[in-house]
């Protein structure tokens, strides 16, 4: 395992400062120290977001530029909603959406996608969600296994969102392109307040559990320290272990969720965990 960061932990320099672009965001991870990144693609009929291309010519100077910096680019962070009923020509533009983020990443060599299930609207059908959801992702896989990359799942929506129902939709379509990215914090709101319960955090690694057999990328948010140093929330020891069990080899990639300068704690946060790799293995 190895430790990156993800392109939405830079998300108010770009908000605040229209001339920051992703080249600037990796050299900020580079001097941090990180290995790798995750760089968010933006949405279907929407401008480009962070990674400030969207053609195999643009892309490579990107990647060409990442390599410069000694990071891999392990995934494409994309957006899509395929349970989007208020404007169906918008939902098939997110099914193209990420047929064509998957032919870019096998076009430039990103072994992954991060994708999204979809968001339950209140007053519709849950069942009629649930199976534009399985259509959307169904018409997406011959695309991923042409191009030879990881559709990876996050649990981030409310459709299809626990670690149970994601590992269901995997062995549902039985392709090894259909894979998961879990967030385990995701779905616990109050993960990182001490009040959290025990039942609620042990809730978070019974979740992960279940999802990182299925693994091919994953995140973890950054909330901040303990006064011992150690990441508020996060007992890395089972967390690690969780993954290390499951055979995952891949990255961990931190999404800044700090109070003020979302940037500030990553390199402090990156040799914790890095630190914490080292002893479990």
């Given at each position: 395992?190895?430790?990156?960061?993800?392109?939405?932990?830079?998300?108010?320099r770009f908000?605040?400062?229209?001339?920051?672009?992703?080249?600037?965001?990796?050299d900020?991870?580079?001097?941090?120290?990180?290995?790798g990144?995750?760089?968010?693609?933006g949405?279907?009929?929407?401008?480009?977001?962070?990674?400030?291309a969207?053609?195999?010519?643009?892309?490579?100077k990107?990647?060409d530029?990442a390599?410069k910096?000694g990071l891999?680019i392990?995934?494409?962070?994309?957006?899509?909603?395929?349970?989007?009923?208020?404007?169906?020509?918008?939902?098939?533009?997110?099914i193209?959406y990420?047929?064509?983020?998957l032919?870019?990443a096998?076009?430039?060599?990103?072994?992954?996608?991060?994708?999204?299930?979809?968001?339950?609207?209140e007053?519709e059908?849950?069942?009629?969600?649930?199976?534009?959801?399985?259509?959307?992702?169904?018409?997406c896989?011959?695309?991923?296994?042409?191009?030879?990359?990881?559709m990876?799942?996050?649990?981030?929506?409310?459709?299809?969102?626990?670690?149970?129902?994601?590992?269901?939709?995997?062995?549902?379509?039985?392709?090894k392109?259909l894979t998961a990215?879990p967030?385990?914090?995701?779905?616990?709101?109050?993960?990182?307040?001490p009040?959290?319960?025990p039942?609620?955090?042990?809730?978070?690694?019974?979740?992960?559990?279940?999802?990182?057999?299925?693994?091919?990328?994953?995140?973890?948010?950054i909330?901040?320290?303990?006064?011992?140093?150690?990441?508020?929330?996060?007992?890395?020891?089972?967390?690690?272990?969780?993954?290390?069990?499951?055979?995952?080899?891949g990255?961990?990639?931190?999404?800044?969720?700090?109070?003020?300068?979302?940037?500030?704690?990553?390199?402090?946060?990156?040799?914790?965990?890095?630190?914490?790799?080292?002893?479990?293995?």
């Open positions: 395992m190895y430790v990156a960061v993800h392109s939405w932990s830079f998300r108010e908000k605040q400062d229209k001339s920051f672009n992703i080249f600037q965001a990796m900020i991870a580079a001097r941090a120290g990180f290995k990144m995750e760089i968010m693609t949405k279907a009929n929407m401008p480009v977001a962070d990674i400030g969207d053609t195999v010519e643009g892309l490579k990107v990647l530029y390599k910096c891999k392990h995934s494409y962070a994309t957006f899509n909603d395929f349970a989007y009923v208020k404007d169906e020509t918008w939902r098939l533009a997110n193209e990420i047929k064509k983020w032919g870019l096998g076009d430039t060599g990103v072994p992954n996608i991060r994708m999204l299930t979809g968001y339950y609207v007053g059908d849950r069942k009629r969600l649930e199976d534009m959801t399985l259509k959307g992702i169904e018409e896989i011959p695309v991923a296994e042409k191009a030879g990359v990881n990876a799942i996050e649990n981030h929506n409310s459709i299809f969102m626990k670690g149970d129902e994601i590992a269901g939709l995997i062995k549902r379509f039985g392709s392109r990215c967030d385990p914090s995701n779905g616990c709101p109050k993960f990182f307040d009040a959290c319960t039942e609620a955090r042990d809730g978070v690694y019974e979740n992960l559990k279940v999802m990182a057999p299925y693994a091919t990328a994953s995140h973890l948010k909330r901040g320290f303990n006064p011992d140093g150690s990441l508020l929330g996060w007992d890395m020891p089972r967390l690690l272990g969780i993954y290390r069990k499951a055979g995952f080899d990255s961990l990639t931190f999404e800044s969720i700090v109070d003020g300068d979302l940037i500030a704690p990553l390199a402090k946060a990156r040799e914790v965990v890095e630190k914490a790799i080292a002893a479990s293995a």
